[in-house]
């Protein structure tokens, strides 16, 4: 069995040269949307808006006199701490009571004590350097630092298969 068709039926040869003149086709209308302008309209950029002019008023540099500075408050007295003596637990020890005030019926008497005066140490402080005396360097020094380099890197092979070259 033999098709029967006429060639002049045949659309399939014609589908190609039907997809080719639609992109050109699709292509020209783009081409005229993109380019599409008018020129007889002006483009007017001024809003109305009108800036205020500001006068910049100079103001004279003010100096402050230098008063002299009244000594810092002397520094509070440190708090004495209570020795504790630990007893063994084998050792006799006496009791007794402690009356208080309430049980004898006395008067609490406060004895003042002179305040301690601390001697303060001057502390020095750190300099700040704005010249570093010896810059830093890789260890080894600058062959060395040219080596580690070289055994490091490791060049795509992708850029190598393409041909890409340049600096980094």
Same mark, same amino acid.
């Given at each position: ?33 993109? #380019?599409?302008? &008018?020129?007889?309209?002006? *483009? ?5 808006? %009108? /800036?205020?002019?500001?006068? +910049? $008023? ?44 309430? #049980?004898?019926? &006395?008067?609490?008497?406060? *004895? ?5 005066? %601390? /001697?303060?140490?001057?502390? +020095? $402080? ?43």
């Amino acid at each position: 069995m033999e098709i029967k068709k006429s060639p002049k039926a045949d659309l399939e040869g014609k589908k190609t040269t039907g997809l080719l003149i639609g992109f050109v086709l699709i292509l020209a209308a783009m081409f005229v949307a993109f #380019e599409w302008t &008018e020129r007889d309209k002006k *483009v007017i950029t001024d809003t109305g808006i %009108v /800036e205020p002019a500001f006068e +910049e $008023e100079m103001v004279p540099i003010t100096e402050q006199q230098e008063q002299p500075q009244a000594p810092p408050p002397p520094p509070e007295a440190p708090k004495m701490e209570e020795v504790l003596q630990i007893a063994d637990n084998d050792a006799n020890v006496e009791e007794s009571t402690i009356a208080t005030s309430e #049980e004898v019926g &006395e008067a609490v008497v406060v *004895v003042q004590q002179a305040p301690v005066e %601390v /001697e303060e140490e001057e502390v +020095e $402080e750190q300099q700040i350097f704005q010249v570093v005396e010896e810059m830093p360097e890789f260890p080894g020094g600058m062959a060395e630092c040219l080596k580690f380099l070289a055994k490091n890197i490791k060049y795509p092979t992708i850029a190598q298969e393409n041909g890409v070259q340049g600096r980094v």
